[in-house]
């Protein structure tokens, strides 16, 4: 099985620690490929950036050739209804997959992420995946994004601690990390508090596997139709649908 | 006072009858200017054309000028989230205009959109707004978009039975038209129909109004709070925070 | 246009400001009637006072003539529903008008009123409104209507108090003043902390101001329908509907 | 005990009816005293006529003297929060009453009640109550009030077909009867039927009952606090608080 | 009237208690008949212990003979659906009894329970009972379920010291103790606290004679009809349905 | 990996098929042991036959020693909260796994289960899990368990035009199974109705795969945590806590 998880940002550093983590959580006959966008925001922090890094998504997924199943590896799941549009083939988010599956294990987590502004945009997907009432906080660290990437930071201190105050204020029974960029944290973290703490990008893989070896694929008779077809204008006129190579469908 | 009024796809006789429709329904003094980005879809319909428009409409607030306010001339409030990063001045979605204005006159409202695939979209916004429990129903007319343009369609017969409907089966008191090119037929389908019909591009142009002429401005310190600076890559670095010249602000 | 600014409480003093608070905040053009009933409590403090203002709202109205809209000025936004039964033309609650547009501007915003007693009937409303979701929380300042009347008082100390414990604890990107008589010190407070400051008075009008002027008047074919004609006893027997002279139809 | 049940309306056959279901469903030791308002609607049919209800409401649970408990039978709850803060003997509505009980038997409950334009009051109350994802539908039978009065009127017939609608069509378990005036058919119904079939008279005065048998009364340190001291203006002084003889407290 | 209240676990000292509270809650012709499994655990103390009490419910219920209402006195409400299942006489949890009669005293109650672990369940079951929104929070004591047995333990200390955390920081008005077990504690703490503190017994047993009182039985056409004749295997055979004698029906 | 499935009712035809098709949808690599209890009811319908289930699960989960994993067949999801206690091992219901995986390939899903009387306890499993905003509709297609299990009978017919009604009138955009005995229908009515066809079988021991090999397991600090030391009476003293062998843990 092949999958594309897709860092929406453009730190390549970045895609190779979620690409290793992604590869390490797969099965072995799984073959995760790691990719970003040439074009958009060296980190996704808030509604602004994140909708730069959009059309990136779309163009890695069309370039990508055949694929079994996409994550996106942003904790907003960043253009996540839109690349469900792009193909059948399964496209899960890593929030959600955290999100999801926490609640298989816990009755109530809480999400530790990076800033304050990508605060609202969390609790804004947990409402809509239906989720809200299984989430007790969703805490920032006041750790930015690329911080998570510089030796010596005291990123691993701010979350840690914000673990703490999830556990104790909170009575969160799981903890949510709520950024692709602290993947490789979470098993330390959990030994650490004595809880389970779900990193998404391994979490999204697993999924990814699951749904596309149950044969599911996304419906395509509502809000995942494939797009009608339409000229788009300029910059956007190759991702005009049909699409010209729709992948794995 | 001067508000720009941005219809998210690139069809220049949408933008034409929708700067019309919001002229008209301005104050006498406000001064509206109607533009579309040049790249991107042509209309927009579903999650996929959506995320193409974006950062067109970015751009189109960047190359305005100084503005009082702005619209953003989708239905589905395209983008909304992100431009309100991008100025400290009011950005009212036409969706989320005519939802609010619905509650001041009605107990409950229906939703009269285009196409089947766009209510998911529609339905997320109101969830996301807080207003779902006064929408009675969000109804597709089974119109595209661009059929709205078309002498001699029968869309309006199509939008008029779906009124019917909603009025009958779902209590509606109310009716919300579910895109911009519906905007000149509100005021004959409320005469027909009995009910109160809005349009939310007039709806949105007036509380863009108000909202400006009380003072209020965009908060800045949570969802909405300034891009952090950072330097985007490719095609989007020409919108790398801190923006050149933030709008109005 | 006219518009007719209900205090539905009987202390002049309160209603002057109020009067004067709503002509500020008006288009030039807008003729502001500021009056109070001549029965009932000259201030209103949770559920008790509430009831024994409306049949003097309702009065009020039926003796003002022709109005293009009509603005409750208790943040209770007390008699609602009735005054929309009595009229066509649009009523807005001063509480309801500061909610909306405080959504329009910020993700979440807290609500600073008077006294504990009166936080429930505002929750209600909210869940009644269905923003329930968009409040981050009801605050008292612990301050009596009319203390905010008395040169002298704590009052505007224990309500920036209580704003910044919003801003701190609630995460509130927008706070709204809850009681008409906190009118004069929106601008101010929301300066002192950096916040947007709503006074639903000056929201009220404007948003009332914007449903006339786009035409939109109140449905009448399900709640708010005019009530049917039937004969008051003692008392109340002016009120009898059909209503001698509805306002504005 | 002594229960004090008030028709809100002036309809004096409808009190004696509502008093004499009362009696019959009460235990033998309590005391059911039937009274209504002097001055107001001789129906409630809606929001405007409730308004103008529950001032005479507030009079009459004065002019009772010492009271066990106090039962508002109008399926609206009309003035309900307000007749609580007025007493700290329990007060209890037809409405809520029927609704918590039918709760107890059934998963999922219909209300049938009079008009349409009563339906949105009621779906209001059940939203405060917390009970609306407990209801299935709020069911109109388009029968006036007063008609249920009128011997040879087809009352009884709409409402057993409105109840057939609501066992098929929203799979309710139960049926609540959303008028007093419909106390005398609540059994006949229910055999008719196969369902339980409440009247709100006879569960809100064993829930009157009950509450004060427990020694159960209404809290005083929120939104039912006594109400603060003040002159009421011209019509209402009678009832400035502190209330000259407060109802067995 | 003759009710059984059944307490789920084993513990016999705790059946007497129970069994006195609820008769002196009782109206003077009710007779209670106070039973307990004889297999099961000996307290209830999360989800675990829960499962091995439902089949001894049911045994007693079929043991007890004819009877006008059951009641199930364990605060989680532990098998009160297929108790249901099992007879049309009404049965009544002490949960769901404290927290209906808990809506009509106070805008928000709290609950005081034992342990943290039993927290979940019982938000669980105010999520299914509608009356999440009524409940400000359910607080653990820290109270082990048989150290309320225990002379000279400190679980009231403990319990009112909860109480009081509960009206400052929750804003409750009422406060509903969480356990069988507390059931003589209620009137002392009310007085104490200075709000309603409501035990579940008193409130189940009044509860279950209104119901009864009214001719009210559980509804059979849903989620409560009677279960499908079957031929159980084993230990479970015994209870096989249809029931050899169904209780009261 | 090894893997318990758990057929809740003690039918074995029923348990074989259920392990041939958990078996079909695992990974190569994991073994799939299907047991059900010796005590208890044939088929679970409704809330009645579920908690004489619950027991024996446990039984099962203590007698089949060491597993990395635990699925509990049966769509109503029984005693899974009681099984989470007994072990760290991930345990996942086939109801949850079914309802979490339709949310990642479609916006919304309705579920299609067997008779009428188990669709309040799937709805109440939605309401708990957070979902129920995801499902349109929970539909009975009348069916009862064990006649999926009869050559020549009519239920693969009728589930199929449940399918039908919920695509054109719920407008779901998938469909979950709503029984486990509907497991080998799922890939020919996905293909028939051209809408993704959700088998709960399948979805749970794939993510019960995941869960596990993610290295996830049970929080044991809230709601599941280990039952507390007691010694518990009669027929279930072998399962009195601590558990003798917990399993895999």
């Known amino acids: 099985m092949r999958i594309l998880v897709i860092n929406p940002n453009t730190t390549t550093s970045m895609t190779d620690k979620i ?23 060296p980190s996704i922090e808030g509604y602004f950036d994140e909708v730069f890094s959009v059309p990136g998504i779309i163009a890695e997924m069309a370039k990508a050739g055949t694929m079994d199943a996409y994550v996106i590896a942003c904790f907003d799941d960043t253009g996540l209804d839109a690349a469900r549009c792009a193909t059948e ?11 999801h599956l926490a609640t298989l294990i816990a009755g109530k987590f809480s999400v530790v992420t990076t ?19 299984r989430c007790a906080k969703v805490r920032a660290s006041d750790v930015a994004v690329l911080d998570l990437e510089l030796p010596g930071s005291d990123a691993r201190h701010k979350i840690s601690a914000e673990i703490a105050r999830a556990v104790a204020e909170d009575k969160a029974e799981a903890v ?24 998404g990008v391994a979490c999204a893989v697993r999924l990814a596997e699951t749904v596309s070896a149950l044969g599911l694929r996304t419906s ?17 006129a190759p991702w005009s649908p049909p699409l010209q190579r729709r992948a794995s469908s």
């Open 115 to 133: 800033l304050a502004r990508s605060v609202p945009a969390i609790e804004h997907n947990l409402l809509k995946y239906g989720l809200s009432s």
């Open 176 to 199: 949510v990390l709520g950024c692709a960029g602290m993947a490789d944290l979470a098993h330390a973290l959990s030994t650490e508090h004595g809880v389970p703490v779900l990193d």
């Open 19 to 41: 690409g290793k983590a992604a590869q390490a959580a797969a099965s072995p006959a799984t073959e995760v490929v790691a990719v970003n966008p040439k074009d958009g925001p």
């Open 220 to 236: 395509k008779i509502g809000g995942y139709a494939e797009p009608r077809a339409k000229r788009f204008s300029g910059h956007y």
């Open 89 to 99: 083939a399964p496209v899960i988010g890593i929030g959600e997959a955290a999100f």
